[in-house]
């Protein structure tokens, strides 16, 4: 199929599950299916949820609060719940399972209290080929992803974003605070906000894709090849390590390998993979 036709077979999958609960992070993936799920359904039955826990970037619920009021669905704030969950902070494999399984729950006790047959999340096409346990979590509680359904891809997805003007076409990826932390490494508030703080004081400087690996005392930072230089002159090399110590890292590094999705995984055995995909 074409991606006319692709995204044809969204729609159709929309119509077909009529009013729904979309769980809306504001990245670019929910934003297009919120938009195409009120195009195709309607405002009135949309209902748009974002988590707040500890665990997201602090800086993308105002973004997404404003994108939300511009397609003009109603907008509900939701605890995910999952700091309470050991299984979730003893942050093994599949940690995402369980953050998933708890946000998932939570938007389905919303949907039988509204009345709303579906919920459902952004999973693209290419996720499903990736190491992502949360896919799992979702499938296994029904669960809907039109997006991956309808097999469109990222590349699919920004395309089609940019010709309803969204202004997430092309906004870099920004996944929970705890992909951030190093696999066995407990997740922890302080934790999260350390990343939080360091991601937004590198974003003040002007980076735009990139990450700050928290492992223990040693923060990695991966931008994108050709901005290292950007990284390491004066006086920005020393700003970062001064407020990165500040945070409490004791170590800070660049990963010269660059910035890439999910690089913690790079760490993971396949028999962890197969564990954290339950396989």
């Known amino acids: 199929m074409n991606l006319k036709e692709r995204h044809e077979s969204l729609q159709k999958i929309l119509k077909d599950l009529g009013r729904v609960i979309v769980a809306y992070s504001g990245g670019v993936d929910s934003t297009f299916l919120l938009k195409a799920a009120v195009d195709t359904l309607g405002a009135e039955n949309v209902l748009a949820c974002t988590s707040i826990g500890i665990a997201e970037p602090g800086h993308l619920y105002e973004r997404a609060r404003k994108t939300a009021k511009s397609i003009g669905v109603e907008l509900m704030t939701v605890e995910g719940g999952e700091m309470d969950d050991p299984c979730f902070t003893a942050n093994n494999a599949d940690r995402c399972f369980h953050c998933k399984s708890h946000l998932g729950h939570r938007l389905l006790e919303i949907a039988q209290e509204r009345g709303i ?163």
């Open 117 to 279: 047959q579906h919920v459902i999340f952004g999973t693209n096409r290419d996720d499903l080929d990736d190491f992502r346990p949360g896919n799992r979590a979702i499938q296994a509680i029904g669960i809907r992803s039109p997006l991956a359904e309808a097999g469109l891809t990222k590349d699919d997805i920004r395309q089609l974003s940019r010709q309803v003007s969204l202004p997430t076409a092309d906004q870099p990826a920004s996944p929970c605070l705890a992909s951030r932390i190093a696999y066995g490494l407990e997740i922890t508030e302080q934790r999260l906000q350390q990343v939080d703080q360091a991601e937004s004081f590198l974003r003040s400087l002007g980076f735009v894709e990139f990450r700050v690996r928290h492992h223990d005392r040693i923060a990695r930072i991966e931008v994108r090849p050709p901005d290292v230089p950007k990284l390491i002159v004066e006086p920005v090399r020393s700003q970062v390590v001064e407020k990165l110590k500040s945070l409490g890292f004791q170590f800070v590094t660049i990963d010269l390998q660059g910035f890439r999705s999910g690089s913690l995984n790079e760490a993971l055995s396949q028999e962890q993979k197969k564990a954290g995909m339950g396989v």
